[in-house]
Nanobody, 122 residues
Framework: QVELVESGGGLVQPGGSLRLSCAAS????????IGWFRQAPGKAREGVSC??????YYADSVKGRFAISRDYARHTAYLQMNSLKPEDTAVYYC?????????????????WGPGTQVTVSS
């Protein structure tokens, strides 16, 4: 099992930026996909983005504004969030799954971080 911990959340004004980090407890290979999910109060958990060896995924709601990346040497994945909107407010989770395929199905992921709050408000 891989332990994941998110960081980088906070309060930001609309139009601002944040970079979330997801640190893994040990090395993860290209055969381990990392996904970002979010959950707002009263709403279902939503897949935001995913990165694996050969594929990327972005939800339509964040395309062109969010960028996912990964640093294997640092055992860390990142989610750069630009042009933030109030509707981006949620708890953001990173998750890991064995295999090289990305998916927005949260039930496919094996490991989860505790989450970090992102609030977009003026």
């Amino acid at each position: 099992q891989v332990e994941l911990v998110e960081s980088g959340g906070g309060l930001v004004q609309p139009g601002g930026s944040l970079r979330l980090s997801c640190a893994a407890s040990r090395f993860t290979s290209v055969h381990y996909a990392i996904g970002w999910f979010r959950q707002a109060p009263g709403k279902a958990r939503e897949g935001v983005s995913c990165i694996s060896n050969d594929s990327y995924y972005y939800a339509d709601s964040v395309k062109g504004r969010f960028a996912i990346s990964r640093d294997y040497a640092r055992h860390t994945a990142y989610l750069q969030m630009n042009s933030l909107k109030p509707e981006d407010t949620a708890v953001y989770y990173c998750a890991g799954k064995r295999g090289i395929s990305c998916t927005d199905h949260f039930w496919s992921y094996d490991d989860w971080g505790p989450g970090t709050q992102v609030t977009v408000s003026s």
